[in-house]
C-alpha cells in the first residue's frame, strides 16, 4: 500500500491517462493536471508529495516553472520531469534547480517504479532522521533545563560558603559572634 | 566496515587523544568504526593498527589531518537551539555595544567575537546575521567575528560558506535563507556582505592561545564534552583568560562549569545562561 499523492502533468491525453492507471495500479493516489496552469491550481489546494511533470508543455507553463511552483509551496515535494531524448540538457537544468530526477521518453514504467521506490525510501529515511532529531531536541531542552537550575542553586550555594567562610575568619568579632553570623547565613539557603 | 579489536582501543585512543585532545572511552568505540573506517580502507589498511602506524610514520600528516577532520566533526545547525541567539540579541550584543560605546570616545567601538569551535560556520554566520539585523549601521562600528576550529576540512567549508539543504533547511528561517544565501543548485551559498563581516582560522584548543587578543563575547558550545575534566580545566582558565572583564561566555545548553572553573558566575536570563567573569 502507497500512501503517498503523486501529481501528473502532462499535456498529451494518452500519456497522462498511463501513467494515471498505472500508478493508481500500483496504489498510489494520483491527480493529472492536463497543463501548467492546472497543476498550479490544483498544488494549491493539496498536499502532494511528488509532481511528475512533462518538461514541455504548451502555454507559458512549462515543466521547470511547474518545479519551480511546487518548490515556492513545499520544499519537500520531490519534482520528476518527463522529457524526450532531444532535451535531456534541459532536464539536467532543471536538476540544478531542484528536479529530484528526469526520466526520458517513451516512458519505461520498469523505470518509473523504481525511481518512485527510491524516493519512498529517501523520504521515509529523511523523516526518520527528523523524527530522531525532534526527539534529541526534546531530550535536550529537558536536560538543559535541569543543568541549568543546578547551575544556578550551584552557583548560589558556592556563594553562601564563601560568605560563611568570610564571616568565619573576621578576627574583629569573637568566636561565638562569628559562628552566629555563619548559621544565620547558611539558615537563609 | 572494519572492526576495531579491544587491544587496539588504547592505542588508537592515546592517539587520537595527542592529535585533536578529543578523548574517547572504551564505551565510544562504534567513533572509531563509523568515523574512520573508511579512511582506513581507503589507504588498504585492514585493522585500526595499520592505520595508527601508517598516520605516526606520515611525514605530510595529511592522514593525521584526515583523521581529525573526521573524528572531529559534528552536526551542527543555523541558530542550533534558539537560547543562545535569543541571549545574544536581547542582551548580551546591546550590553556589549552600550559599554563599548561609552568607552569609545571618538573612535567606532570595536567589539570581538569568538565561536571557539566554529566547525562549518554556521555558529558564526548566525551571531553575523543577527548582528546585521540588530545593528542599523554596520559601519560605526568595528565588529571583529573570528571562528576557529581544529578540522582543516572544517575551516576550509567554514570559509567557503556553502551548504546542502539539509544542512539549511533545520533551524534557518525561510525569509533569512533566501534573505542571507544564495542558492545554488542542491546547496546554498552565504552571500558577500555576511561572508566579509566573519573569518575562519585552524586553532586547536588544546594548544595556547596565541595572537587571540581579549574577546567581549566568547560561543563556546558543545566541544568540551569531548575532553577529560582535567582539559576542560585548562581550557575554560585559558578561556577566561581570553575573555574581557565584562564578557560574555555562553557555552552548550547542557554543559555546566560547576568543578569546572571557578572563574566564572552563571547568570540567567529567560530561558539560557551565560557566564560572567568573578
Redesign the interface.
Given at each position: 500500500m502507497n500512501s503517498l499523492t503523486i501529481l501528473v502533468v502532462d499535456d498529451d491525453p494518452v500519456i497522462r491517462r498511463l501513467l494515471e492507471q498505472r500508478l493508481k495500479k500500483a496504489h498510489y493516489s494520483v491527480d493529472v493536471a492536463e497543463d501548467g496552469y492546472k497543476a498550479e491550481k490544483l498544488l494549491q489546494q493539496k498536499h502532494f508529495d511528488i509532481v511528475l511533470t512533462d518538461l514541455m508543455m504548451p502555454g507559458g507553463i512549462g515543466g521547470i516553472e511547474v518545479l519551480e511552483i511546487a518548490k515556492e509551496i513545499d520544499?519537500n515535494i520531490e519534482v520528476v520531469l518527463i522529457t524526450a531524448h532531444s532535451s535531456v540538457d534541459s532536464a539536467v537544468e532543471a536538476?540544478?534547480?531542484?528536479a529530484v530526477d528526469y526520466l526520458e521518453k517513451p516512458i519505461n514504467f520498469d523505470e518509473l517504479f523504481l525511481r518512485l521506490e527510491k524516493i519512498i525510501n529517501i523520504k521515509s529515511l529523511?523523516r526518520n532522521a527528523r523524527d530522531i532529531?525532534e526527539a534529541m531536541d526534546a531530550t535536550?531542552?529537558a536536560?538543559?533545563?535541569t543543568?541549568?537550575n543546578?547551575?544556578?542553586m550551584?552557583?548560589k550555594l558556592q556563594q553562601r560558603l564563601d560568605m560563611v567562610e568570610n564571616e568565619l575568619r573576621d578576627e574583629a568579632v569573637d568566636a561565638e559572634s562569628r559562628i552566629a553570623r555563619a548559621l544565620d547565613i547558611l539558615a537563609g539557603l | 566496515m572494519i572492526k576495531i579489536k579491544p587491544n587496539e582501543i588504547k592505542p588508537v585512543a592515546q592517539y587520537i587523544y595527542e592529535i585533536s585532545g578529543i578523548f574517547l572511552d572504551s564505551n565510544k568505540t562504534y567513533l572509531f568504526e563509523t568515523r574512520l573506517s573508511s579512511i582506513a580502507e581507503e589507504l588498504g589498511c585492514a585493522s585500526f593498527s595499520e592505520l595508527h602506524t601508517k598516520a605516526k610514520s606520515d611525514r605530510s600528516k595529511n592522514i593525521e589531518r584526515k583523521i581529525v577532520d573526521a573524528i572531529s566533526t559534528n552536526e551542527t545547525l543555523f541558530f542550533r537551539d534558539k537560547g543562545p541567539f535569543e541571549l545574544l540579541q536581547h542582551k548580551l550584543l546591546p550590553e556589549i555595544i552600550d559599554a563599548r560605546s561609552a568607552k569609545a570616545t571618538g573612535l567606532r567601538p570595536n567589539i570581538k567575537i569568538w565561536s571557539a569551535a566554529s566547525s562549518t560556520g554556521q555558529e558564526l554566520y548566525s551571531i553575523a546575521i543577527i548582528i546585521k539585523e540588530l545593528v542599523p549601521d554596520l559601519s560605526r562600528y568595528s565588529f571583529q567575528l573570528l571562528g576557529t576550529d581544529i578540522s582543516d576540512n572544517a575551516v576550509a567549508q567554514a570559509s567557503y560558506g556553502k551548504y546542502n539543504k539539509f544542512e539549511i533547511e533545520r533551524g534557518l528561517p525561510r525569509a533569512q535563507l533566501q534573505k542571507y544565501f544564495t542558492p545554488a543548485g542542491e546547496f546554498w551559498k552565504i552571500k558577500d556582505e555576511i561572508r566579509a563581516m566573519v573569518n575562519f582560522r585552524k586553532l586547536n584548543l588544546m594548544s595556547p592561545f596565541v595572537g587571540l587578543g581579549k574577546f567581549d563575547i566568547i560561543f563556546c558550545r558543545n566541544v568540551a564534552i569531548y575532553f577529560t575534566l582535567e582539559d576542560r580545566k585548562k581550557l575554560f582558565n585559558k578561556i577566561a583568560d581570553s575573555l574581557a572583564d565584562d564578557g560574555f561566555l555562553v557555552i552548550g545548553s547542557t554543559e555546566s562549569l560547576t568543578g569546572v572553573s571557578p572563574r566564572f558566575v552563571p547568570k540567567r536570563h529567560l530561558r539560557s545562561i551565560f557566564y560572567l567573569k568573578k
Open positions: 520544499q536538476m540544478k534547480k531542484g529523511m532529531h535536550e531542552n536536560a538543559s533545563e543543568i541549568q543546578l547551575e544556578i550551584a552557583a | -
